[in-house]
């Protein structure tokens, strides 16, 4: 593959069968980190249809935000934020949800994992440090 920039919004990526033309476009800014963002994760499809659209970002500011997106005044808004407080973490390079939505699962700069469950009762869709003990059979 071979890309080569049309314009600073437009960019063709040339393949062995065809060219393809990308248009580039700010829609909106997810504004609420205070340091770069590694990952930002869209939450698997629901078969109803009926979730908001929503997404996840983890950043080296040691937080991970849950956003939904507001149709009315088209801006993703924050609506659950978790993280390590203190420490010696260096932030997240990734999170992600589990296929139900139910979990999120996050991985740190020094290899560490943080396992999230969501209260998809709430309205708030808090996060709560989900706990599993392994035992031996």
Known sequence: FEYRFVFSSRFLVNSPDSIIEYAISLESVLYGHEDWI????????????????????ASMDKTMVVWTYDE??????????????????????????????????????????????????????????AFFILKEK
């Not at 590694?38 to 970002?57: A, C, M, N, W």
């Not at 005044?73 to 934020?81: E, F, G, P």
């Not at 260096?90 to 209260?119: I, K, M, P, S």
Request: cysteine-free.
């Open 38 to 57: 590694y990952t930002v994760r869209f939450e698997p499809r629901k078969l109803d249809g009926r979730q908001p659209l929503t997404l996840i970002s």
């Open 72 to 129: 009315e005044n088209a801006v993703w808004i924050d609506v659950a934020r978790a993280g390590d407080i203190g420490g010696t973490t260096l932030g997240f390079y990734g999170a992600t949800f589990d296929q139900t939505g139910e979990f999120v699962l996050a991985h740190g700069y020094q290899g560490a994992l943080h396992l999230w469950r969501r209260d998809l009762k709430s309205v708030n869709l808090n996060l709560n440090l």
